[in-house]
């Protein structure tokens, strides 16, 4: 079963529509998103999952612009779209675009976390519009389960309290998006 979800930036200039289905072989989440602020960009995704919700596959293409394709078995081995290893990567098992919420849901769903639980992870982040690939330590807790996420940098340098649908799917992310479908 599929579910069309879209976000606005929270400037209202930025909008993004993404499909969210659920298969046996694992969760995939395709969208396209028309930047806000600055930037002035569109882009397509399509991420892919294993079935235990580490992530497959990433495939980002700015529109008019670069594209990336990334690999990974699930434990922590990346390839790029030439089949090469990707040592850099190495131990992340999540991505995370930076122009969109739909990398948080996939990792909200992924960790299950009960109320007052967190889990620290390692994230492949993307900055978009130049596609610019580097390794992020983050931090997700649960303040309430189904409906409320603390999320920032280990190191300190961001955190932000996400709102989400008990699905995973988030609703607000303050300064940055809100659901409107």
Known sequence: MSKAVRWQSWDGEGAEHMVFSDRATG?????????????????????????????????????????????????????????????????AIDVDLSASPVTNMLTIRRLGLAEGQSSEITAVYVRLPDLEITLDQQRYTCIEAGRRYLYEAVDGTFRAEIETEPSGVVTQYPGFFRRVL
Request: proline share 5%; net charge negative.
């Open 27 to 91: 969760a995939v989440a395709e969208g396209a998103l028309l930047s806000g602020g600055d930037a002035r960009f569109a882009a397509h995704y399509q991420l892919s999952c294993h079935p235990n919700g580490h992530l497959a596959e990433a495939r980002v293409a700015i529109v008019g612009g670069p594209s990336i394709a990334l690999h990974s078995d699930g434990d922590g081995l990346w390839r790029n779209s030439d089949g090469k290893r990707v040592p850099a990567l190495v131990g």
